[in-house]
């Protein structure tokens, strides 16, 4: 059984910093893609970062400079590091996996096959 656990969101003040975290089981995770995706509501899901089983990443322009995605194979997780946040990242944090074919390394939900519960970030001005 898959399972995508995130954690680590919470409110902080603009110009803070968070780190997410979610730990996966239940698929090869060394050699999944990864990615974060978000969400606030009435607005479509977005892709925030992914990266490749081979430590290759990829990023919205909206937060070029400011997130850092990165895995630790040997304890199955995902991680997040949000700096300079701005009341814009307000969102609901996703976590997603794919592990069934290929990694394009993109930011398009569809490529993804399995989501974690979310886990919600705040920032106030």
């Known amino acids: 059984q898959v399972q995508l656990v995130e954690s680590g969101g919470g409110s902080v003040q603009a110009g803070g910093s968070l780190r997410l975290s979610c730990v996966a089981s239940?698929?090869?995770?060394?050699?999944?893609?990864m990615a974060w995706f978000r969400q606030t509501p009435g607005k479509d899901r977005e892709g925030v970062a992914a990266?490749?089983?081979?430590?290759?990443?990829t990023y919205a322009n909206s937060v070029k400079g400011r997130f850092s995605i990165s895995r630790d194979n040997a304890d199955n997780t995902l991680y997040l590091q949000m700096n300079s946040l701005k009341p814009e990242d307000t969102a609901m944090y996703y976590c997603?996996?794919?592990?069934?074919?290929?990694?394009?390394?993109?930011?398009?939900?569809?490529?993804?096959?399995?989501w974690g519960q979310g886990t919600q970030v705040t920032v106030s001005s």
């Open positions: 990266i490749r089983s081979d430590g290759s990443t």
């Open positions: 997603a996996a794919q592990w069934r074919g290929d990694c394009y390394l993109v930011l398009n939900n569809y490529e993804y096959i399995d």
């Open positions: 239940g698929f090869p995770y060394s050699s999944a893609c």
